[in-house]
């Protein structure tokens, strides 16, 4: 048995089956993509990231994770006090 291509140009955007991945393992979606689509995806999406060189600071990432993003009436409230 032949193994799949990992890297072909062809797959969809890697982006949309990231996130049927996401939702079907968060139970939102019943449906799954495929183990070899999401294998591609997410080496495409590591090489996307090293071609940008994406970098963030350590403060911005603990940011990202614990502080909850504000609406527009909490932004509001912020800029009278």
């Given at each position: 048995?032949?193994?799949?291509?990992?890297?072909?140009?062809?797959?969809?955007?890697?982006?949309?089956?990231?996130?049927?991945a996401v939702s079907a393992y968060r139970g939102e979606a019943s449906d799954r993509p495929a183990a070899p689509a999401v294998v591609n995806?997410?080496?495409?999406?590591?090489?996307?990231?090293?071609?940008?060189?994406?970098?963030?600071?350590?403060?911005?990432?603990?940011?990202?994770l614990f502080v909850p993003p504000r609406n527009k009436f909490q932004r509001l409230m912020a800029q009278v006090r």
């Open positions: 048995m032949r193994s799949p291509e990992l890297t072909s140009p062809t797959s969809p955007d890697f982006t949309t089956v990231l996130e049927q995806a997410l080496l495409q999406a590591e090489k996307a990231a090293k071609q940008q060189k994406l970098t963030y600071s350590f403060i911005h990432i603990l940011h990202q």
